[in-house]
């Protein structure tokens, strides 16, 4: 069982295009990371939220942290192909101590 | 400042066999946590060394060990190797704040393929 599921699971979009991934969970997080993946190198941090309804933007992607700390978006918009890679939501799930927990991903390519 | 390495990038091994790789974090950071990555089940937390101390444990079996040098630098140990282990094997190193939002910076990661 996903702790953090994400979803759409694979996106193709065109240059120019907007779009919007999301990572939901039924449980509570103490704050959220998002990060990109790209071929053959380890993820890279994004961005991490901490407060419920909490927006953050960085330069064309917009991150949102739900009211109750359960669910995330990353919106992109007009998106680059520079923006091609593995998106990853993860967040500490605690079960007694922090367990670094990430959802599986969404793999997006942008066509030029 | 430099990234942090981990050696080798690719490694191939037959079943049954062990293997060890190599994390050496960015400098100055303490804490290095060793993920497990597969199309399958995703990323997946191995452990957490600190000070040369297992912090934190992910659910995984024995075969799976690790250690922390005074230097920081890890290692990772998977004996008995089995097919499944076949993996991208990605370290993490981070500052010891202590928050459960620590900024982990990952290396490129070890392709582990077991045969």
């Known amino acids: 069982t996903q702790l953090l599921e994400q979803s759409p699971q694979f996106l193709s979009i065109q240059e120019g295009e907007n779009l919007t991934v999301y990572c939901n969970s039924s449980s509570v997080f103490s704050s959220l990371q998002w990060y990109r993946q790209e071929p053959g190198e380890g993820p890279v941090l994004l961005v991490t939220v901490v407060t419920g309804g909490e927006v953050k933007k960085l330069k064309r992607l917009t991150f949102q942290f739900g009211d109750a700390r359960k669910d995330s978006s990353l919106h992109i918009t007009a998106a680059q192909p520079g923006d091609t890679g593995l998106y990853l939501c993860a967040g500490p799930f605690s079960g007694g101590s922090y367990i670094p927990t990430f959802g599986r991903g969404t793999s997006l390519i942008v066509h030029p | 400042k430099a990234g942090v390495t981990q050696t080798p990038r690719y490694l191939i091994k037959t079943r049954g066999q062990q293997v060890t790789l190599s994390c050496s974090p960015i400098?100055?950071?303490?804490?290095v946590s060793w993920y497990q990555q597969t199309p399958g089940q995703g990323l997946q937390f191995l452990f957490e060394y600190f000070s040369e101390t297992q912090r934190n444990k992910g659910n995984f079996p024995g075969r799976f060990s690790g250690r922390q040098f005074s230097n920081s630098r890890s290692e990772m140990n998977v004996s008995t190797l089995e097919l499944g282990d076949s993996a991208l094997y990605l370290c993490a190193s981070s500052l010891p704040s202590g928050g459960a939002a620590d900024t982990q910076y990952f290396g490129p990661g070890t392709r582990l393929t077991v045969l």
């Open positions: 400098s100055g950071h303490r804490s």
